[in-house]
């Protein structure tokens, strides 16, 4: 089938359209394996696909800085929270 | 180089790290066999046909975060497109240590089948998207 220049471009257009777009961002490792040679809080570029970024945060591989960030803070309330209540048990008894 | 001995295959899907988690490898590269059997001679003519590699890795099922379930099942839901690599050894790609790298697909994932006792395994194949396997020595 011979195809002119311009259903040659439309063609290429479409596939273009269809692919999905990859975008460049910085993320930081968070799991136990090595991600593209990078360790745990290792910060790693990765240029991912929608689906394939959603895929490895949801995995627990890698987190967004801003996300890598809080994490820490998470466990220092969990402990905060058990002393409080100790006090009051204390208190009332 | 010597005769390889399988130790320390480095496997990595969608650029993480596996190969603690993986017990078996296949790079399979084929290609489509088309019929071009002509009246010229007396037997059958063959002709290379479209791509159609794969990677078959036999993972020791982990349901952990971050690790194995975690990772081939949102592979599988969200129909992503991403990198599989093998290297014979876990040293820099090399002449002698070729890495065999495509985009993949995942279109089968059971993660879970045995029997009592036995070590909870999972055969997955990786099918090779359009350029197929390609090797890399430097």
New interface residues.
């Given amino acids: 089938m011979n195809l002119t220049e311009e259903q040659k471009q439309r063609i290429a257009e479409v596939r273009e359209a269809n692919r ?1 777009t990859r975008s460049e961002k910085t993320y930081v490792v ?8 990078k360790s745990v809080g290792e910060t790693i570029l ?1 240029s991912l ?1 929608p ?2 970024e ?3 945060l ?4 890698i987190a967004l800085p801003s996300a890598a960030q809080e994490q820490p803070k998470a466990p220092v309330k969990e402990k905060a929270a058990p002393a409080a209540k100790e006090r009051k048990v204390t208190a009332s008894g | 180089m010597a005769k390889l001995i399988l130790k320390n295959c480095a496997i990595e899907v969608s650029g993480v790290d596996f190969s603690d988690h993986v017990s078996s490898v296949e790079v399979n590269l084929s290609k489509d066999e088309i019929d071009t059997t002509n009246f010229g001679g007396d037997g059958r003519e063959r002709a290379h046909g479209l791509k159609d590699d794969s990677f078959v890795l036999n993972f020791q099922q982990d349901f952990a975060a971050a690790e194995v379930d975690a990772t081939l099942y949102p592979l599988w839901d969200l129909e992503s497109e991403f990198t599989v690599t093998v290297r014979p050894t876990s040293a820099a790609v090399g002449v002698s240590n070729p890495g065999y790298s495509a985009t993949c697909i995942l279109l089968e994932y059971q993660p879970l089948a045995g029997s009592v006792g036995e070590l909870s395994e999972t055969s997955v194949t990786f099918p090779a998207q359009r350029t197929g396997i390609t090797r890399a020595i430097a």
């Fill in positions: 999905e968070i799991g136990p394996h090595r991600v593209n040679g990765l696909t689906s394939l959603s895929a490895l949801t995995a627990g591989h």
